[in-house]
């Protein structure tokens, strides 16, 4: 196996060219002619994940994040995106990174929260083209209020808390939402009919909303760490007997800390 059998089945799934502009997807460490004996996935590649992969014997890392999103002045192990680069390469371990593209299918990011969510008619939300673009929008199977279904995606997505503009006092049917950062998409929440918008990284002044639409901010890690299991489970199924593994300290793997 080489890491192109591998990037090729992501690529299918969540092609390079949709990626944003300023992204930086794909392979970042490595070669494509390189070969791979196992392969671990995880959300960012910090330094405690590669050493996780080396440790079970992969020599490929896939994550949502990328390693390097910008130009790098210096590579020194005082800063954990120079000390991961510096431990993957003396390692021989390719690194990967699935993000935009994967967020701008309906098969990822948003459309695996809108389906967590059990929503109905699932679409992209800002569609660029043919069912690619950022974002999801769908229809509850029962239209809630807005207490019981800010409750009921706690309970979906395994929130221990979530920030919440003004509850609506209408029933909520119509739900929006964005895994990351969503702020960009309010507007296109709002003018998709929703009630509620599920989003992360939400400012202080987002969270005044006109009246019959509220916002729900549940972390930015929250709502796209789900794509690793989308991962994982892509590559199992095409490669049914070759050593994947998703990290085990994937659900702590947050850097955001609640008190």
């Avoid at 910090?46 to 896939?62: N, Q, W």
């Avoid at 299991?229 to 947050?254: C, D, M, Q, Y």
């Amino acid at each position: 196996m080489r890491v192109r059998d591998i990037t090729s089945v992501i690529e299918g799934f969540a092609p390079l060219s949709i990626q944003e502009s300023w992204d930086n997807s794909g392979l970042i460490i490595g070669s494509p002619d390189q070969e791979v004996r196992g392969v671990m996935i995880g959300f960012d590649c910090t330094p405690e994940l590669v050493d996780e992969a080396a440790a079970t014997g992969a020599d490929m890392i896939i994550t949502h994040h990328p390693l390097i999103f910008g130009g790098i002045k210096r590579i020194s192990p005082d800063d954990p995106v120079g000390l991961a680069v510096l431990k993957a390469a003396s390692k021989g371990i390719a690194v990967y990174a699935a993000h935009t593209n994967a967020d701008k299918v309906i098969e990822g990011v948003s459309g695996t929260m809108a389906r967590r969510i059990g929503l109905k008619d699932i679409h992209v939300l800002d569609e660029e083209s043919e069912g690619v673009g950022l974002g999801a929008v769908g229809t509850l199977p029962e239209p809630m209020g807005a207490e019981e279904f800010i409750a009921y995606v706690k309970s979906r997505l395994g929130l221990s808390v979530a920030r919440c503009s003004r509850p609506v006092e209408i029933p909520v049917e119509r739900v929006a939402m964005c895994g990351g950062s969503g702020s960009s998409l309010i507007g296109k929440a709002m003018a998709s009919g929703a009630q509620a918008y599920i989003c992360g990284d939400v400012s202080y002044h987002h969270f005044f909303t006109p009246k019959g639409f509220m916002i729900i901010d549940i972390g930015h890690f929250e709502g796209e760490v789900e794509i690793c299991h989308v991962l994982f489970s892509l590559l199992r199924k095409k490669f049914p007997t070759f050593a994947i593994r998703t990290s085990e300290k994937l659900g702590a793997s947050n850097p955001v800390f609640y008190y």
